[in-house]
């Protein structure tokens, strides 16, 4: 959680901020969040289309 929040760092000597700390690996951690939403929607999809009881027409119209 460190940087998402303004925190004291250890010892309480120092505050910390996100402004004040490197962005690191934060723009593949953001891709593979986002790979992680789309195949769950695929999934999802899927499970609607295939599973349901009643008929089901797709998302097409609602991207």
Known sequence: ???FHVDLYKG????????????GTTAEELRTAAQ????????EDSRM???ATTPYDGTHGHR
């Open 1 to 3: 959680m460190a940087g």
């Open 12 to 23: 309480g000597d120092t505050v910390r901020s996100p402004a004040g700390l490197d962005a």
């Open 36 to 43: 992680v939403v789309e195949m769950l929607l695929i999934k």
């Open 49 to 51: 289309r295939l599973d």
